[in-house]
């Protein structure tokens, strides 16, 4: 069995014995640095045309003590599975900062400034594994959603387009030596859609394979997503690639997301991850929920039995991922059922 295999393996016994813990947020940690201008551009980027500050993707290269130094606090905290710090490493997110012909190189250092921080774990506490996962963004761009009125069928970018960004990242991820793909805070589902395409077709070509989640974001309190869909039409428009975790992140705040979360968990024949905001943000954009309160109502969920993995999304810290993992330590796992009448799960993305 190749490393990957062996890998693969011993993440899904885990995930039948407890619940796994995913970390918290990159760029809370991150803005607790208070970088500037200068900090983000580093030697590398002096003389870059564009204003840098805010791109924390970049930090895997003009900083990447910090960010494997935030890393190692969520694994100390008790996260399983780190996301790597590429969430808008991407070609289309990228051209903001001018910045779209780094892609490749970004993903390839996020990936292995979270290596890093796994392997010296591992060497500390050899017995209990832990995973990378690639954190893969939903752009800042729609597929779905109309963005000229007076155009109402053009749009910025076609699939195509996004089929090829999502494709840059992908392989730099795979090369990094990620043992996840996590396509996360997805809105729109048609971008998802091409993102699922993207990770088969390098799967394909590259001939190496890992497992795939997917964790989408509710936008409002109808429980939809920011294109339209309810939780089970997000599911059902996405049941027929084969993933090891389908939930919802970001979002309201875990108690608003409360009730779709159960629903996911009632219809989907696979793992079920949720790793929610620290509340809704206060006037100041800012996140109020404490470890405490946050960690009690993600124990409820564990114990209604909806939960295999959980973590926390903006405004959680290493503290607020202690409170969780210790509330859902003694939790039995979610044991996936397929809902009566489901398609059954298939191993390629069909023709779009």
């Excluded at 918290?24 to 500037?36: D, E, K, P």
């Excluded at 009690?296 to 926390?312: I, K, S, T």
Aim: proline share 5%; net charge negative.
């Amino acid at each position: 069995m190749n490393d990957d295999n062996h890998r693969i393996e011993l993440l899904r016994r885990q995930l039948n014995d407890r619940i796994l813990i995913i970390d918290g947020a990159m760029g809370t940690m991150i803005q607790n640095h208070r970088l500037g201008e200068a900090d983000f551009r580093g030697e590398r980027f002096v003389h870059h045309g564009h204003d840098l500050k805010g791109n924390n993707d970049l930090l895997s290269l003009t900083q990447p003590a910090i960010i494997e130094a935030i890393h190692r606090q969520y694994l100390e905290a008790g996260a399983d599975i780190l996301a790597t710090n590429t969430f808008n490493s991407n070609a289309i997110s990228m051209a903001d900062y001018g910045l779209s012909d780094l892609v490749y190189e970004l993903n390839l250092a996020g990936a292995r400034t979270a290596l890093r921080a796994v392997e010296a774990q591992a060497a500390r506490n050899p017995a209990r594994p832990r995973y990378v996962a690639g954190a893969i963004g939903p752009t800042n761009r729609t597929l779905s959603l109309v963005v000229d009125v007076n155009r109402p069928a053009w749009r910025p970018y076609t699939f195509d387009q996004f089929v090829e960004a999502y494709s840059v990242q992908i392989r730099g991820l795979l090369d990094g030596g990620v043992d996840l793909l996590l396509l996360e805070t997805c809105f729109d589902t048609l971008v998802l859609k091409a993102a699922l395409y993207a990770v088969e077709s390098c799967f394909d070509t590259l001939h190496r394979r890992i497992p795939v989640m997917v964790s989408v974001t509710i936008t409002d309190q109808s429980g939809r997503t920011l294109s339209g869909q309810t939780i089970e039409a997000f599911w059902n428009s996405i049941a027929h690639y084969e993933l090891l975790s389908v939930g919802i992140n970001c979002s309201l705040g875990a108690r608003q997301m409360r009730p779709y979360l159960e629903e996911l968990s009632r219809i989907t024949p696979v793992h079920v991850s949720c790793y929610p905001n620290a509340g809704l943000p206060n006037v100041f954009g800012e996140f109020d929920e404490t470890p405490a309160a946050m960690a009690d109502q993600l124990h409820e969920f564990a114990d209604n039995g909806w939960l295999n993995l959980v973590g926390g999304c903006c405004g959680t810290t290493p503290a607020h991922i202690e409170a969780i993992a210790a509330a859902v330590r003694d939790c039995k796992p979610r044991v996936p059922a397929r809902p009566r009448g489901s398609w059954p799960v298939i191993t390629k993305v069909p023709c779009r």
